[in-house]
């Protein structure tokens, strides 16, 4: 399971509410498409233990444009599943005309609702800052030329990625930002942007004040939640392999830290997903 160990967590209580996993990568968590058996393994089985907990829809996202056409026949094979293309920024090397043209197909399909991830990454150097920009500022463009929002990837650029947003003009369908990992002077200014900012389980590790202190300044209309599964698997079980089921373990410390009702948060995330990824 992509390097993680250990066995599936035990589910976490049902929600009291309804919500949906922002962000996840369903191929990386070992999922298999065409297989209509209810093992472990297939999408029917990812997304009936999703359900159970109040986790009613997810978005599977690709890092290649081979990822990027799985996750759109994840979306054609449950209803439920909803997709977002790009090549991830620590993997564009190399891309041609030819690889945005077929994002751009894949990227009007109904059932895509974002562009991404993409963004900058300056934690792996697979990649230099130059040939990451480019990208970016490219994905910028085809999230535009398709109408749909960008799923961004800060990682260690936060100013960087402001900046290119700022010299390309963020997509009219909207920004949000996957992971999100700044402070909580960031969280407001991305907030007063009108970005949207999606949480991962990193705000529960005990080693993550600064991300509940954005979690807490970010107005309610700007929180979304992922999971980022197989990544980012929330406290109490770091280091095992993260699923959609999990959402309400992170769900339930923002709640806690925001002071509100998680049936409050449920429904404040869900209205922002319909706003963003304009599904009813
Ligand atoms: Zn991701």
Known sequence: MSGRTGSPPA???PLRGEVFDAHCHLDAMGVRLGDASLDDASLDA????????GVVRVVTV???VAS???CVEAAGAHPDVYAAVAVHPTEVRGMTDADYAALA????LERVVAIGETGLDNHWDRTTPAEQEH???RHIQLAKDVGKPVMIHDREAHEAVL?????EGPPPAGVVFHAFSGDADMARECAGEGFLLSFPGVVTFRNAPALREAALAAPLESILVETDAPFLTPHPHRGRPNAPYLIPLTLRLIAQVKGVDETELCTAITANGARLFGWD
């Open 11 to 13: 589910a976490p209580e």
């Open 46 to 53: 990812a997304m009936a233990a999703a359900r159970a907990v």
């Open 62 to 64: 690709g890092d290649t």
């Open 68 to 70: 990027s056409a799985w």
């Open 105 to 108: 197909v894949l990227g009007a």
């Open 135 to 137: 990208h970016f500022r």
């Open 163 to 167: 900046r290119i947003l700022r010299e």
